[in-house]
């Protein structure tokens, strides 16, 4: 088990005593730190997604609003023709 030491603002301490006056401390903190990792690996991982998605659109053929309107009427007529 590692010890670490960091500051934070008074304010955030007291808040974080009055919040968290029984349980362990240490887990307390843990816990959070595990949890901003994982948020912190979630937003990288959405990141590489758009970044994925904004590269495939930049080879994309072009369509226009004509073309796309046409295409999805007609994937709406075939999700109809399947439910029916």
């Known amino acids: 088990m590692s010890t670490v ?4 603002p008074d304010d955030v301490k007291e808040a974080c005593n009055a ?5 362990n401390k240490s887990a307390v903190i843990a816990d ?8 912190a690996h979630a937003r990288q991982q959405h990141i590489s997604a758009i970044d994925r998605i904004l590269a495939r659109r930049a080879h994309a053929p072009n369509v226009t609003e004509v073309q ?8 709406r007529r075939q999700t109809i023709g ?3």
Not at 5 to 8: I, L, M, Y
Not at 19 to 23: D, L, Q, S, V, W
Not at 32 to 39: G, I, K, S
Not at 68 to 75: D, I, L
Request: proline share 4%; glycine share 4%; net charge neutral.
């Open 5 to 8: 030491h960091f500051s934070v």
């Open 68 to 75: 796309f309107q046409a295409a999805r009427e007609e994937g």
């Open 32 to 39: 959070l730190m595990r949890e901003a990792v994982q948020r």
């Open 19 to 23: 919040t968290f006056a029984e349980p």
């Open 82 to 84: 399947r439910s029916q």
